[in-house]
T-cell receptor
Framework: KAGVTQTPRYLIKTRGQQVTLSCSPI?????VSWYQQTPGQGLQFLFE???????NKGNFPGRFSGRQFSNSRSEMNVSTLELGDSALYLC??????????FGQGTRLTVV | AQSVSQHNHHVILSEAASLELGCNYS??????LFWYVQYPGQHLQLLLK??????LVKGIKGFEAEFIKSKFSFNLRKPSVQWSDTAEYFC?????????FGAGTQVVVTP
């Protein structure tokens, strides 16, 4: 079985721009979650989607949004980028409430 | 507020030494508990998990963890570490669908 695939792996954006990150879950997994990893804040939960519906949300501003498609693939969007948004963004998939399997992440640098 | 605390940020030990990493959480109700590992340059991988039943769980690579409900703890142990165990270790708690991570412990095993 293929693992969780995130694209792109690396991204450089300018302040004020917006960005879209993509995540393809493991086949059969309907839950997709997103996390932000930074040296200062560690791993923080952004949101979770299940069957195209946002099921849980972390404490991030509305600039962070996501969606899930009927094939369970998910996208995360960050608008009006700030320098502090520079981070490794991780996607994880699971079978409903089972353990999460993580992708390699997308390294976003905002300049 | 709900939180996950890992006792040590950095641990340095020699090969064949025993390892114990502490993890405490503050959550009410039913929780699922996990330990993840992140080897240098690799994605987060699941070491072991506790959902219910025997509070002593065994994971991959000789790791085990003990869930002590009265102490809200889920400590990770390995009797004899190897150089290849050098990695960052994360304790995580899943409650109401949200997976929250501890700050992580960087473990360095010297030959």
């Amino acid at each position: 079985k293929a693992g969780v695939t995130q694209t792109p792996r690396y991204l450089i954006k300018t302040r004020g721009q917006q960005v879209t990150l993509s995540c393809s879950p493991i086949s059969g997994h309907r839950s997709v979650s997103w996390y932000q990893q930074t040296p200062g804040q560690g791993l923080q939960f952004l949101f979770e989607y299940f069957s195209e519906t946002q099921r849980n949300k972390g404490n991030f501003p509305g600039r962070f949004s996501g969606r899930q498609f009927s094939n369970s693939r998910s996208e995360m969007n960050v608008s009006t980028l700030e320098l502090g948004d520079s981070a490794l963004y991780l996607c994880a998939s699971s079978e409903d409430r089972g353990e999460a399997f993580f992708g390699q992440g997308t390294r976003l640098t905002v300049v | 507020a709900q939180s996950v605390s890992q006792h040590n940020h950095h641990v340095i030990l020699s090969e064949a030494a025993s390892l114990e990493l502490g993890c405490n959480y503050s959550y009410g109700g039913t929780v699922n508990l996990f330990w993840y590992v992140q080897y240098p340059g690799q994605h987060l991988q699941l070491l072991l998990k506790y959902f219910s039943g025997d509070p002593l769980v065994k994971g991959i690579k000789g790791f085990e963890a003990e869930f002590i409900k009265s102490k809200f703890s889920f400590n990770l142990r390995k009797p004899s570490v190897q150089w290849s165990d050098t990695a960052e270790y994360f304790c995580a708690v899943k409650s109401w669908g949200k997976l929250q991570f501890g700050a992580g412990t960087q473990v360095v095993v010297t030959p």
